[in-house]
T-cell receptor
């Protein structure tokens, strides 16, 4: 089954404790992206990757890091999480960034930073 | 940059029709997507418009007017399961085809 898998689905942690949210897709998609979703603000892009070893900042990259060592994986790293990073996070992928290609979303990761 | 506006919330009755509007301002329009998102779940793709006109998919239709920077999503024969948020997203060809989402419209379907 074609899917985007995120882990963990839920995490409660404390300020400053490094964490990684994994994202994996099995569709051989080139383009992957991370979003955060907050009430009233919609989906905002954190980072994206157009292919292996190619990553770039989205609209709200501060406090986050990503890597794309393999095509299928695109982990999101919070080196020193803070309470303002409490949010619902989605990973998404698409065949490329071109015309008419909808993004496939993972089920989301709800992070709470205390 | 892009500016995308859609109403925050709409209420409609089961069996009725609801139209969700989306207006946008972008320097290099290159396509518009509509997604459905149930509370706490992932967005799922509904429709895509890049040329002016109406795209129909069963009970859902989406319309685009590029000259007006305007789209709408039409939901017909509303069912209770259509209660969800509907997200408008615009692709900007002048920004490397970046996709920007509007804040979403929460639709509540009442019996």
């Amino acid at each position: 089954e074609a899917q985007v898998t995120q882990n963990p689905r839920y995490l409660i942690t404390v300020t400053g404790k490094k964490l990684t949210v994994t994202c994996s897709q099995n569709m051989n998609h080139e383009y992957m992206s991370w979003y955060r979703q907050d009430p009233g603000l919609g989906l905002r892009q954190i980072y994206y990757s157009m292919n292996v070893e190619v990553t770039d900042k989205g609209d709200v990259p501060e406090g986050y890091k990503v890597s794309r060592k393999e095509k299928r994986n695109f982990p999101l790293i919070l080196e020193s999480p803070s309470p303002n990073q409490t949010s619902l996070y989605f990973c998404a992928s698409s065949p490329d960034r071109g015309l008419g290609q909808p993004q496939h979303f993972g089920d989301g990761t709800r992070l709470s930073i205390l | 940059g892009q500016n995308i506006d859609q109403p925050t919330e709409m209420t409609a009755t089961e069996g009725a029709i609801v139209q969700i509007n989306c207006t946008y301002q972008t320097s290099g329009f290159n396509g518009l997507f509509w997604y459905q998102q149930h509370a706490g779940e992932a967005p799922t793709f509904l429709s895509y418009n890049v040329l002016d006109g109406l795209e129909e998919k069963g009970r859902f239709s989406s319309f685009l007017s590029r000259s007006k920077g305007y789209s709408y999503l039409l939901l017909k024969e509303l069912q209770m399961k259509d209660s969800a948020s509907y997200l408008c997203a615009v692709r900007d060809g002048a920004a490397g085809n970046k996709l920007t989402f509007g804040g979403g419209t929460r639709v509540l379907v009442k019996p």
